[in-house]
């Protein structure tokens, strides 16, 4: 911006650009600071090299699962608008053999309603949050036979029929995760506003950043940080489960960007991570986010800022 505008002003009042910087002390220190930020990201670009180069765990692999046994988790809280409809759309997918909801404390017939689909319902004792539900469905899911897990929402934005292709890509990766940010597979007037998409655009590349490995533009490429929808190895799950939640306490570690922390553990433990293009529609009822404020919508992303710069 500042080269633009004074090479303009050299133009109209006959000075040259390098006669401007050197008169300027405010520019001689925006040219020193570009430099030093330049030099900084090329030795930690530089570092970052031979970062996760190990071609056992970090290239690929070919490691087909021979019988697909899938267990769906979804945390739900007054649900009851969209629960069976959810919950029917995941059952009636291919190697789909339990679907969970967890229950946090809601209000409405969602229990009811989810009981009566067939749905193993976990009913917690008191509302402790989304996240929280969150890791007891992922620790439920351990008590079954499946070796995948798939965490989806209860509100009829996903579609059951991504497992065809989320599954298929297990057979080289260990989690796959869905991306939100494609407008041709996302419906017109989802809760995805302009903000939410650019916010997790920005995090996203931060997270690349984070864990830059030179030769690829980073260990993981990502677009959307708030995406839950996902499929995990069970191997791989067990792996991570027990860092989910601080030692000796219940509490999700990351809070309300358990998914984000989820990613980021996993590539903490070396597990090979890949986000896909997902289905993504109109929220059945309301929102829970809806109404909280631009200044609460704010606070969630430097909360999740925070949660990339210090994990």
């Not at 401007?20 to 600071?33: D, G, K, P, T, V």
């Not at 980021?264 to 293009?277: F, Q, R, T, V, Y």
Request: glycine residues 8%; aromatic residues 8%.
């Amino acid at each position: 911006y500042m080269f633009l505008v004074v090479g303009i002003d050299s133009i109209l009042t006959g000075q040259t650009l390098i006669e401007n910087i050197y008169y300027s002390e405010f520019l001689r220190w925006i040219i020193l600071a570009d430099i030093v930020w330049l030099i900084t990201l090329l030795g930690y670009a530089l570092k970052r090299k031979s970062y996760k180069t190990d071609s056992n765990l970090h290239y690929l692999q070919n490691s087909p699962i021979k019988e697909h046994k899938i267990c769906v988790i979804m945390p739900a809280f007054n649900e009851e608008l969209s629960i069976k409809q959810v919950v029917e759309d995941f059952q009636g997918q291919n190697f789909v053999k339990h679907v969970i909801v967890i229950d946090n404390k809601s209000t409405d017939d969602t229990v009811k309603i989810a009981k009566g689909c067939g749905a193993t319902v976990i009913e917690k004792k008191e509302n402790k949050g989304y996240s929280h539900s969150l890791v007891v469905g992922l620790k439920e899911a351990l008590k079954t036979d499946a070796n995948i897990v798939t965490i989806t929402e209860s509100d009829g934005t996903f579609n059951g029929y991504d497992l065809d292709k989320m599954v298929p890509y297990l057979n080289n990766c260990d989690m796959v995760i869905g991306s939100r940010q494609n407008q041709v597979i996302s419906e017109k007037g989802n809760q995805n506003s302009a903000f939410f998409v650019w916010a997790n655009f920005l995090l996203a590349k931060l997270i690349q950043i984070k864990y830059l490995s030179l030769d690829h533009m980073g260990i993981i490429n990502l677009t959307d940080v708030g995406c839950i929808m996902r499929v995990i190895k069970r191997d791989a799950l067990e792996k991570i489960i027990n860092k989910l939640t601080y030692p000796g306490s219940d509490k999700p570690v990351g809070g309300v960007g358990i998914g984000l922390y989820i990613t980021m553990l996993g590539i903490e433990e070396d597990l090979k991570i890949i986000e896909i293009p997902v289905t993504f529609k109109r929220r059945i009822g309301k929102s829970k986010l809806t109404g909280i404020g631009k200044k609460k919508t704010i606070k969630i992303g430097l909360q999740f800022l925070w949660l990339i710069l210090t994990s």
